[in-house]
Nanobody
Framework: QVQLVESGGGLVQAGGSLRLSCAVSGSIFGINNMGWYRQAPGKERELVATITSSTITNYADSVKGRFTISRDNAKNTVYLQMNSLKPEDTAVYYC????????????????WGQGTQVTVSS
C-alpha cells in the first residue's frame, strides 16, 4: 500500500523555523511532481509550493523568500523548510505527490498525506 508519511510539524514562535518532511512508502515505479498545500480553519486548501521531477519550483506569493521546497529522489522524500514563520502560516500542511504505480501503468495518480499541524504563536 502506498502512503505519504509526513513529519516535522509543531508549535513555534513567530520568526522561528520548522522543516517538514514527506516520505513516499510502498511500491512505486516513479514520482513526478511533489508539493505542499495547507488548510487553515475555515479556509480552503491552498498551494504552498511545488517541485517538479527536474526540480523546478513554484511558490505561493505569501511564502516566497521564506519557504524552500526540495526533494531527495533517492529517498522518495520532499521537504519544506519554513523560515521567518508568521501566525498566518498556522494551518494543517498536506504533502502531495503524483505517483506512477507500475511500469505498465503510464499515468500518474495524485496521493495525499494525512496532514501535519503547524502552529505559529505571536
Amino acid at each position: 500500500q502506498v502512503q505519504l508519511v509526513e513529519s516535522g510539524g509543531g508549535l513555534v514562535q513567530a520568526g522561528g523555523s520548522l522543516r517538514l518532511s514527506c516520505a513516499v512508502s510502498g511500491s512505486i515505479f516513479g514520482i513526478n511532481n511533489m508539493g505542499w498545500y495547507r488548510q487553515a480553519p475555515g479556509k480552503e486548501r491552498e498551494l504552498v509550493a511545488t517541485i517538479t521531477s527536474s526540480t523546478i519550483t513554484n511558490y505561493a506569493d505569501s511564502v516566497k523568500g521564506r519557504f524552500t521546497i526540495s526533494r531527495d529522489n533517492a529517498k522518495n522524500t520532499v521537504y519544506l523548510q519554513m523560515n521567518s514563520l508568521k501566525p498566518e502560516d498556522t494551518a494543517v500542511y498536506y504533502c502531495n505527490a503524483d505517483l506512477r504505480r507500475s511500469a505498465w501503468r503510464f499515468s500518474y495518480d495524485a496521493y495525499w498525506g494525512q496532514g501535519t499541524q503547524v502552529t505559529v504563536s505571536s
